[in-house]
C-alpha cells in the first residue's frame, strides 16, 4: 500500500466515523425534543384532568422523522467527504506524478 492509499483510507474511515456521530447526536436530539414535548402534554393533560397523553403517540413519529433527518444527515456529510477524498487524492497523485517526472528529468 503507497502513502497516498494509506492517508486516502484514513480520510475515508474519518468520514466515516463523523458521519456516524452526527447520524447519532441528529437522532438523539429528535427524540429528546420528542420526549420534552410529550412530558409537557401530558403535565398539562395531568393538570387539566384531560385523557392521559400517551408516550407512544409522541415517540413514533419522532422515531420515524428521527431516523430519516439522521440519515439524510449523515448521507450528506459522506457524499461531500467522498467526493472531497476523491478529488484531493486525484490531485495528490497529479502532483506526485509531477514531481517524479520533474525528478528524473532534472
Known amino acids: 500500500m503507497t502513502r497516498f492509499e494509506s492517508r486516502r483510507r484514513v480520510a475515508v474511515g474519518l ?3 463523523w458521519a456516524v456521530v452526527v447520524w447519532n447526536v441528529v437522532f438523539d436530539h429528535t427524540i429528546e425534543i420528542a420526549g420534552r414535548a410529550y412530558l409537557r402534554a401530558a403535565a398539562m393533560a395531568a393538570q387539566a384532568g384531560g385523557p ?9 413519529p419522532a422515531a420515524a422523522s428521527g431516523l430519516w433527518i439522521a440519515t439524510a444527515s449523515a448521507a450528506g ?11 484531493a487524492s486525484a490531485g495528490s497523485r497529479r502532483n506526485a506524478k509531477r514531481r517524479l517526472h520533474s525528478e528524473v528529468a532534472g
Open 15 to 17: 468520514w466515516i466515523v
Open 52 to 60: 392521559y397523553a400517551r408516550i407512544d403517540d409522541w415517540m413514533r
Open 77 to 87: 456529510i459522506l457524499a461531500v467527504g467522498l467526493v472531497g477524498v476523491r478529488v
